[in-house]
């Protein structure tokens, strides 16, 4: 099958040398796109700029802000049987790019932002998406509930949940632990390294889109 990952963050810039971006690591999607891989499917991995080697057999598309990372996955997702959404997407971008470097001048700086595209909640109105589709969520509060509301939102079969305030798992680690919140009911997958939960979560993907399928 034909699967689309995206992941890491992206870079949303503020003058020739400064960017507004976040702490994901990418490496929960590196590991996704790597056990697709693995697993004998073609993968599209399109990433925002991280620190990891591409994983092996995968095809890698890179991107910059969130508007390239829309444009990419526009351009591609038609011919995908499966989307897997694990980029930390900048919420807002700087409305106007400077066109050099801001200099240090007054006490206070304000920044105007504007929404970027949401990538994920546009893929089936936008993009007429009608394969598997896989949201992500990283939540402070309220998982589960967060994570519904995100699932039917965004039109995802399901929503893979992780709570970013609990230390040492999600964002920068090397440990994730997840739930899984389908339409009709939300499983638990324990602390587990990416690389472990990677395959758990392909194994979970493949089989829903096998049964949705039938
Ligand atoms: O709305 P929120 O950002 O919490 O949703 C997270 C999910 O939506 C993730 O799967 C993320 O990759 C995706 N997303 C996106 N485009 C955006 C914002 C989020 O694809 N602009």
Do not use: W
Request: hydrophobic share 45%; proline share 5%.
């Amino acid at each position: 099958m034909n699967i689309l990952v995206t992941a890491g963050p992206t870079r949303e810039p503020i003058d020739p040398v400064r960017f507004i971006s976040n702490r994901s690591s990418g490496k929960m999607g590196y590991e996704i796109a790597a056990a697709f891989a693995h697993a004998g499917h073609a993968v599209l991995l399109v990433s925002g700029h991280t620190a990891l080697d591409v994983p092996d057999g995968v095809d890698f598309l890179p991107v910059d802000t969130a508007a390239s990372m829309h444009e990419a996955v526009a351009h591609h997702i038609g011919r995908m049987q499966i989307a897997v959404f694990t980029a930390a997407v900048a919420d807002y971008t700087p409305l106007a790019v400077a066109p050099e470097k801001l200099k240090k001048s007054a006490d206070t700086l304000t920044l105007e932002l504007v929404k970027t595209p949401d990538i994920l909640g546009t893929a089936r109105s936008s993009f007429g998406f009608d394969g598997t589709l896989v949201g992500f969520a990283a939540e402070t509060e309220n998982l589960e509930a967060n994570a519904r509301a995100k699932l039917t939102r965004k039109g995802c079969d399901l929503v893979i949940a992780n709570d970013v305030s609990k230390p040492g798992i999600g964002f920068d680690s090397n440990h994730n632990e997840v739930m899984l919140v389908y339409p009709e009911r939300t499983e638990f997958l324990p602390l587990a390294s990416k690389h472990d939960l990677a395959h758990q979560l392909v194994q979970a993907i493949l089989e829903l889109h096998l049964s949705t399928r039938m």
